[in-house]
């Protein structure tokens, strides 16, 4: 096993733009990012305890699913690497060769790739499915899609306790929301967490963090929000506007948001801070989770 070196706790750094000073707002981002190169921020922090999990369990072999450009597909394929269990990475859709970058990593990294139809795909977590994967590839601990299961939402929670200052909100990007569920519980409730879609017309999503926050907390919390309006055209759709913003920011900042998720988060927040709807005095806490 080679152990990799994590970083913890990941930096925060404080961001400094003249329309901030004029509105008597602080912002800082909560690097996640810079955790590890290939185990970063919140894939890592659900990862975590599924591992725990598995291991104490007495699991060799990890499934898990994802989009052929899936974070978290690379990101368990890593955690195998690194941490010594085989994995299994059920791929939603067909097969295109070669390879793009994501799922060549996790192939180079002794993931088993296994393409599954959209329609069965879609219907993954049922029995007749699962035990249909259980011939295929043998026992398994699994690990569902985005990693979010009661391990997946308990270590997304623990960003909370990393942040040594005292501040209104904390804001982070949403695919299932397995990570806005989290933070808002590890939150207590005199702060506020708010997430921005990176998914159009997510209209399930805040049922679905509602569910997490009950899976892995036994109860939903009501200091959370979801901003639906800056989905930029739908989840890995981008446009010029928000690659602008990217550049800039990353001129500005040395920070290079990544596109599919965090960039619009940014985008959102500076423009829900341009619109006057934030007070002044507020300190924002906006997560960078990979
Ligand atoms: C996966 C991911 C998200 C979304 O996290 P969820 O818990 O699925 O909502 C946000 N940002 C980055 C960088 C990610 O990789």
Known sequence: MVFPALRFPSPL????????????ITLHLKRDDLIHEDLPGNKWRKLKYNLATARAEGATTLLTFGGAY??????????????????????RGEEHLPLNPTLSYASEHGMKLSHLDRTSYRNKTDASVISSLTST????????????????????????????????????????????????????????????????????????????????????????????GYAFGGYAKRTDTLNSFIDRFHRRHNVRLDWVYEAKMMYGLYDLIDRGTVSRGTTIVALIAG
């Open 70 to 91: 899936s974070h978290h597909i690379r990101a368990v394929a890593a955690a195998g690497y690194y941490f010594d269990f085989a994995t299994i990475g059920i791929i």
């Open 13 to 24: 750094e404080e961001v400094s733009e003249d329309f901030l000073s004029r509105s008597g």
């Open 137 to 228: 590839f043998g026992d398994f601990y699994l690990i569902p899609e985005g990693g979010g299961n009661a391990e997946g939402v308990r270590g997304a929670a623990e960003v909370v306790d990393e942040l040594p200052l005292d501040f209104d909100y904390v804001c982070c990007s949403c695919g299932t929301g397995g990570t806005l569920a989290g933070i808002a519980s590890g939150l207590g409730n005199t702060k506020t967490a708010i997430g921005f879609a990176a998914l159009k017309g997510a209209s399930g999503l805040d049922d679905d963090v509602s569910h997490f926050q009950s899976t892995a907390f036994g109860a939903p919390t009501n200091n959370w929000s979801i901003e639906h």
